[in-house]
């Protein structure tokens, strides 16, 4: 028997409630809500733009070329960006003891924004630029944007910033976190996360794997709804968030 919209949230409440280590994975659809397009589907930002300036290879020759794209694709963008509801309230239920970590696909920052304190940045972070000659990082501040390519203020080599480009793999010590999230949680709770990025679509599918209840949170249905979601939230995270936020202090 199909449950209604209030005893799905109920039913998630419940689990996220009654879980002993329920763990948040987020996705690019929790950060629409504040304003930054997604990169992947139909209006996904590479359905209009070709994602070639991001791979490392690329970068390393062509630093000159691709920082004037990452400005415009990635830091004119963030820098309107403010945290959501629903970020908002994944804080308050890490608060609370609910949830005991977030990892997150995005490098926009507004879960440590939101006050989120045990954030696993799995594709790293643009709040941070790190020098390619001296490893250096520095803040992503305008003023160290100011000239591109920036130049490390230590050793004058260029700047990049601290997220994954294509072609490289993910940075420790955030993909063991990740992982070790997928071995010890009792709830995986997915927001806003379509399931299509490999490496990081393989971890709800272990959690999974390892005993884990996953309970989902999207607009539409993904490629774990029918596979490995045991409860799915339909709708905006903003909205369905702050209501099993305030379920499970009921």
């Given amino acids: 028997m199909d449950l209604g919209p209030d005893e799905v949230l109920e039913r998630a409440a419940e689990l996220i409630g009654g879980s002993t280590h329920a763990t948040a994975f987020t996705g690019a659809g929790i950060s ?8 992947r589907g139909e209006d996904g930002v590479w359905s209009r733009l070709d994602p070639g300036f991001l791979d490392i290879s690329f ?15 990635f830091y004119d963008v963030f820098r309107g960006a403010e945290p959501n ?26 879960h440590r924004r939101a006050g989120s304190q045990r954030v696993i ?5 643009s709040d941070r630029l790190v020098c390619t000659e001296c490893g250096a990082t520095v803040p992503a501040s305008d003023d160290a944007l100011s000239k591109l390519p920036p130049l490390c203020p230590g050793c004058s080599g ?10 490289e793999p993910i940075p ?17 709770l997915l927001v806003g996360t379509t399931g ?15 005993g884990a209840v996953i309970v989902e949170v999207n607009t539409e249905a993904t490629a774990y709804t ?18 099993l936020e305030d379920l499970t202090s009921g």
């Avoid at 260029?158 to 072609?167: A, E, S, T």
């Avoid at 029918?226 to 209501?243: E, K």
């Fill in 226 to 243: 029918g596979t490995i979601t045991d409860v799915f939230v339909p709708g905006p995270a903003s909205r369905t968030l702050p209501r």
């Fill in 172 to 188: 420790e010590p955030a993909s063991t976190m990740a992982f070790a999230e997928a071995e010890v949680a009792d709830v995986f």
């Fill in 85 to 110: 509801a629903a970020h908002r309230s994944l804080a308050a239920m890490e608060a609370r003891g609910l949830v005991e970590a977030v990892v997150t696909q995005n490098i926009d920052g507004l």
């Fill in 32 to 39: 629409v809500e504040s304003g930054i397009p997604p990169f």
């Fill in 59 to 73: 970068f390393r020759e062509h630093p000159e070329r691709s920082w004037p794209l990452i400005v415009e694709t």
């Fill in 121 to 125: 940045e799995f594709h790293g972070s």
């Fill in 158 to 167: 260029v700047l990049r910033p601290d997220f994954v480009f294509f072609g």
């Fill in 196 to 210: 299509m990025v490999q490496p990081a679509s393989s971890i709800p599918v272990l959690a999974k794997a390892n």
